[in-house]
């Protein structure tokens, strides 16, 4: 270990409390601040910095510094990327100690408006065994040149760096999980209760519209495709958050929504699919395909007296074309009135399509709604 080489017990005790102010829970740019400003003070450097490598460890992806000011460093220009004397550490990732920066074959200079700059010690930061980045310090206040103890002191001082850094990344992922898993909660509870609640006020509002006057039974009307409406937000702000990324297109929509219609009508119901649903039909046209199933389902509870209702969903020749077929007492030739069903008409001649309702050959309705997949 480094620090071994140490004997002075006040300078320990440095690093000690160095590691001890490293260890807090920080934000990362903060606790490379924080080990760049205490390399410079355990040293006397006048100058210090942290250059943390890019993914491939080629060159310096940030450049963190210690010693200018903010007028300084505007003067100065762009920050140092990992050329010249930089780049050894880059290269080769061991101590390197200079009493004259200039004289090294590998030193470039510096750029105008840089401040002069003589003795020079860098030392790898190491995360885990590999590199992180690198600390360097320059210009040894009172003194010619970085001592051995110096040197000894930045790689102790790297090494309880190096581990800050892990627990910093830990505990970001921690967090960060923290918020997953929030996010998660919150998409399940919309899905599990306020879904199911809004949906079931829409069936009782529904309901209403048989025992109300036409004006009546407008005004209700308006309000459960206001609801249909807050229902299809609160979906895409569940898939926005996430949802376990559970949902992959429109066939998985469907299934989530029979599930939930199956819950709430009490008969069987079955969906199935044809063509590629998930990849050609608009995100417009899905808003209105999950309304349009729910409308006709919950049509199929309310007055078709049936125990099971089969969705086909098909996506071929331009048009998506949904067919929601029961086997209940059928509709005795109406198509027209207090059904729901001039929405469902209304959703199709809106995206230029067209709706039907026909006889089921073996009993019961088929509801026909066909309209351009984009």
């Known amino acids: 270990m480094p620090y071994h080489t140490i004997d002075d017990p006040s300078r320990l005790r440095r690093i000690l409390d160095a590691v001890l102010l490293i260890e807090k829970d920080v934000e990362l740019p903060a606790l490379l601040r924080h080990v760049v400003e205490e390399a410079c003070s355990m040293t006397g450097a006048r100058y210090g910095a942290l250059g943390v490598l890019n993914d491939d460890k080629t060159a310096l992806a940030e450049f963190i510094t210690v010693g200018l000011d903010a007028a300084e460093e505007a003067r100065i220009g762009p920050r140092p990327t990992g050329n010249g004397v930089l780049g050894l550490l880059v290269t080769a990732p061991q101590p390197l100690r200079l009493a004259r920066l200039g004289d090294h074959p590998e030193s470039f200079g510096f750029p105008p408006h840089h401040p002069p700059m003589t003795s020079f010690l860098g030392v790898p930061l190491k995360v885990r065994d590999d590199v992180y980045g690198n600390l360097y310090l320059t210009d040894k206040i009172g003194w010619s040149e970085f001592t051995r103890d110096d040197v000894a002191l930045v790689e102790a001082l790297a090494l309880a760096a190096g581990i800050a850094v892990e627990n910093t990344r830990l505990h970001q992922q921690v967090r960060i999980s923290a918020v997953y898993e929030d996010r998660d909660r919150l998409a399940r509870d919309l899905h599990d209760h306020v879904i199911q609640r809004l949906f079931g006020l829409g069936l009782n509002l529904q309901g209403m519209t048989i025992r109300a006057s036409k004006t009546e039974a407008d005004v209700l009307q308006k309000h459960v495709s206001e609801i249909d409406e807050i229902i299809g937000e609160?979906?895409?702000?569940?898939?926005?958050l996430g949802m376990g990324g559970s949902s992959r297109g429109v066939?998985?929509?469907?299934?989530?929504?029979?599930?939930?219609?199956?819950?709430?009508?009490?008969?069987?119901?079955?969906?199935?699919?044809?063509?590629?649903?998930?990849?050609?039909?608009?995100?417009?046209?899905?808003?209105?395909?999950?309304?349009?199933?729910?409308?006709?389902?919950?049509?199929?509870?309310?007055?078709?007296?049936?125990?099971?209702?089969?969705?086909?969903?098909?996506?071929?020749?331009?048009?998506?074309?949904?067919?929601?077929?029961?086997?209940?007492?059928?509709?005795d030739g109406r198509t027209e009135g207090g059904l729901g069903l001039n929405n469902l008409r209304h959703r199709a001649e809106k995206l230029d399509g067209e709706f039907e309702v026909a006889k089921n050959p073996i009993g019961g309705t088929m509801l026909i709604w066909r309209v351009p997949y984009s």
């Open 251 to 331: 066939r998985d929509d469907v299934i989530a929504l029979v599930g939930e219609l199956r819950d709430l009508v009490g008969f069987e119901l079955v969906a199935s699919f044809d063509g590629a649903v998930d990849t050609v039909v608009s995100e417009t046209v899905a808003e209105h395909l999950m309304a349009t199933i729910r409308e006709a389902v919950t049509n199929i509870e309310r007055h078709a007296d049936a125990s099971e209702a089969s969705i086909v969903l098909s996506a071929n020749d331009g048009y998506c074309h949904l067919q929601v077929t029961d086997n209940g007492r059928g509709m």
């Open 234 to 240: 609160i979906r895409s702000t569940i898939y926005a």
